[in-house]
T-cell receptor, first 111, second 115 residues
Framework: DQQVKQNSPSLSVQEGRISILNCDYT??????FLWYKKYPAEGPTFLIS?????DKNEDGRFTVFLNKSAKHLSLHIVPSQPGDSAVYFC??????????FGTGTKLQVIP | DTAVSQTPKYLVTQMGNDKSIKCEQN?????MYWYKQDSKKFLKIMFS???????INETVPNRFSPKSPDKAHLNLHINSLELGDSAVYFC??????????????FGPGTRLTVL
């Protein structure tokens, strides 16, 4: 049972435009959500997080939106840059140090 | 300095063999994890240790045995390797702060190939 889903395995965006990566979850007990970025042959690195009591968190070019009623979150990258090309994992923290990851979305930013 | 390191980076071995993957973190974190990323790219938690104590064991076969000699190290030993064990294994660490998301720091991964 996959509790965190990223239904788009890949996304291509032109440099300078907005990238929107989506994530859906099923467990209403998740209280924090995180996005990780992964380059080939490296481990995932933390990007941004959001608490379930908020609906938006911003950090520079990255903004995460949370819609609790729809059990949906999204990561917006504006403007997109070629260096943003990577796999992005959505993750949900249900407490007790257990984080559930989605399957990832491969973003390609075209110069 | 590498925050979370794993050795080896690549491991190719025959079915039935026993192998170990080592992980070390120099961040002073209390909690360490092992994840498996399979061919479908699904990143799934296997174990977590907090101060050398097992916290999470996610229905992993008994052939997998984590060992934490101290809180900076969490090694993964795998007995009787099977073809389905082929995957990339990631070690991670975090500092449990009680409030907020516990950001995890990942190692570079170990690609295990079982022939």
């Amino acid at each position: 049972d996959q509790q965190v889903k990223q239904n788009s395995p890949s996304l291509s965006v032109q440099e300078g435009r907005i990238s929107i990566l989506n994530c859906d979850y099923t467990n209403s007990m998740f209280d924090y959500f995180l996005w990780y970025k992964k380059y080939p042959a490296e481990g995932p690195t933390f990007l941004i997080s959001i608490s379930s009591i908020k609906d938006k968190n911003e950090d520079g070019r990255f903004t995460v939106f949370l819609n609790k009623s729809a059990k949906h979150l999204s990561l917006h990258i504006v403007p997109s840059q070629p260096g943003d090309s990577a796999v992005y994992f959505c993750a949900a923290d249900g407490g007790y140090q257990k984080v559930t990851f989605g399957t990832g979305t491969k973003l390609q930013v075209i110069p | 300095d590498t925050a979370v390191s794993q050795t080896p980076k690549y491991l190719v071995t025959q079915m039935g063999n026993d192998k170990s993957i080592k992980c070390e973190q120099n961040l002073g974190h209390d909690t360490m994890y092992w994840y498996k990323q399979d061919s479908k790219k699904f990143l799934k938690i296997m174990f977590s240790y907090n101060n050398k104590e097992l916290i999470i064991n996610e229905t992993v076969p008994n052939r997998f045995s984590p060992k934490s000699p101290d809180k900076a190290h969490l090694n993964l030993h795998i007995n009787s390797l099977e073809l389905g064990d082929s995957a990339v294994y990631f070690c991670a660490s975090s500092q449990v702060v009680g409030v907020g998301a516990d950001t995890q720091y990942f190692g570079p991964g170990t690609r295990l190939t079982v022939l």
